[in-house]
């Protein structure tokens, strides 16, 4: 049976001009890149993020889309966008889930791995 699965990829960046050290807000962006690495075309239809700031407190964000896209990837095929977050305090993690479909209607989720969220100012 043909194998659905979509790897994900991040990368972090500080926004200095959206953030008010040293008490926050702090703004990163981040870009999300989606390959479909499985041998099956399927489309992103929803998100889950868990934001985690450094006092363990947690912020769930769900929704349609992403970007507001939802994107059709066949194998080998990827999608990048960009988007942000702000947390209260000066270090913080995120993990997501993608929720997909298979074009036979087969759902299945895509795991973004956790990655850290760091203002500069802490990395002396």
């Known amino acids: 049976m043909a194998r659905p699965e979509f790897t994900c990829t991040v990368k972090v960046q500080y926004v ?3 953030s008010s050290p040293p008490h926050g807000p702090f703004a990163f962006a981040y870009t999300v890149t989606i390959r479909n690495s499985g041998d099956v075309t399927a489309q992103l239809v929803a998100r889950r993020w868990v934001i985690t700031d450094a ?3 947690d912020e769930e964000v769900r ?34 889930t993608y929720f ?9 989720e895509a795991d ?8 500069p100012g802490l990395l002396h």
Do not use: N, W
């Open 100 to 108: 997909c479909m298979t074009e036979d209607a087969r759902p299945f």
């Open 63 to 96: 929704g349609l889309a992403v970007v507001g896209r939802q994107p059709l990837l066949k194998p080998g095929e990827s999608f990048e966008y960009t988007s942000g977050t702000r947390i209260s305090t000066p270090h913080g993690r995120m993990r997501g």
């Open 55 to 57: 006092d363990g407190r």
């Open 112 to 119: 973004v791995p956790p990655f850290e969220l760091v203002f």
């Open 16 to 18: 200095a001009e959206q």
